[in-house]
């Protein structure tokens, strides 16, 4: 699995590919979960039909459209891995996430996400690979994430819709004041943001963050090497179910220069 796939200004290996279609269905339900879902239905539906014609299938519209995007996520990740033509892929992962940014939009342009608000970057931090991650003083971001930023475990990150990861200083302060031995970058995260309500993060929705804009694509999972930070071990507790604690990852839309203490606006382009 040595091929690369281009879709526009984003670069994907053959794992990249197969890893992404593996969380379709999981995107589509976070991306319409607690919202009026059936504004998506138009989009999940076409993307569905051209899935479906890609992987030679019929239509099985029995468990849902939520459940039949999983499935085909799944076989289309199966059918990467065994060697899928490379033109097949680009235009099927180019579907899936031009699907998906066209849902986002449409959930914004309904003001389903939410008006505008405003906070601050109150730390950035990279690493060579690993956590924690170094706090610095400011960072040039490109498509792929944050110049300089890696990560040891290059099978679970990396991905472009992985290319920034985001936290909220709020949510850090109140794990510190239950005891728990956590900081900004410890977990991970490449921009650490205060002000910003972090119960409205969530996919779909964009932010401006310096010159950089953003899409928030999927809640990070929190993994063991997170452990250490938490008193009882448990580092489930920021996972999403728990509520708004996640760290959420992001497809960088417009590159640039972010530096501690830029402004950043949930929701920049809001009844546009």
């Known amino acids: 699995m040595n091929n690369a ?27 319409g979960r607690h919202l009026d879902a059936k504004l998506l239905e138009p989009i999940g539906d076409a993307l569905a039909g051209h899935l479906t014609a890609a992987l030679g299938r019929d239509r099985d519209r ?42 986002a939009a449409v959930l914004r342009r309904a003001g389903e996400l939410g008006p505008s608000a405003k906070g601050a970057v109150a730390q950035l931090n990279r690493s060579g690979g690993g956590v924690p991650k170094t706090a610095v003083p400011s960072v040039e971001v490109g498509y792929s994430g ?8 290059r099978f679970h990150h990396g991905r472009p819709w992985q290319g920034l990861c985001l936290w909220s200083q709020a949510v850090i302060d109140g794990l510190t004041a239950e005891g728990h031995p956590i900081a900004a970058g410890t977990a991970g995260e490449n921009v650490t943001m205060r002000g910003i309500p972090w119960d409205r993060i969530r996919p779909g929705v964009q932010l401006r963050i310096g010159e950089v804009l953003c899409e928030a694509s999927l809640y ?30 992001a497809t960088v839309l417009e590159p640039g220069r972010i530096t501690v203490g830029d402004e950043v606006i949930l929701e920049p382009d809001f009844g546009a």
């Open 220 to 249: 990070a999972l929190p993994c063991a090497a997170n452990a250490q930070w938490f008193s009882d071990r448990q580092f489930s507790r920021i996972h999403h179910d728990r509520g708004p604690v996640s760290r959420m990852y």
């Open 146 to 153: 944050v110049e300089g930023d890696r990560q040891r475990v």
């Open 62 to 103: 029995r468990g849902g459209l939520v459940d039949e995007l999983a499935h085909l996520g799944s076989a289309a990740a199966i059918a990467v891995t065994n060697a899928w033509a490379a033109s097949t892929t680009e235009s099927s992962l180019a579907a899936m996430l031009d699907g998906l940014s066209a849902g």
């Open 5 to 31: 796939f281009v879709i526009g200004p984003y670069r994907f290996t053959a794992t990249d590919a197969a890893r992404t279609f593996g969380v379709l269905g999981p995107w589509w339900f976070e991306l």
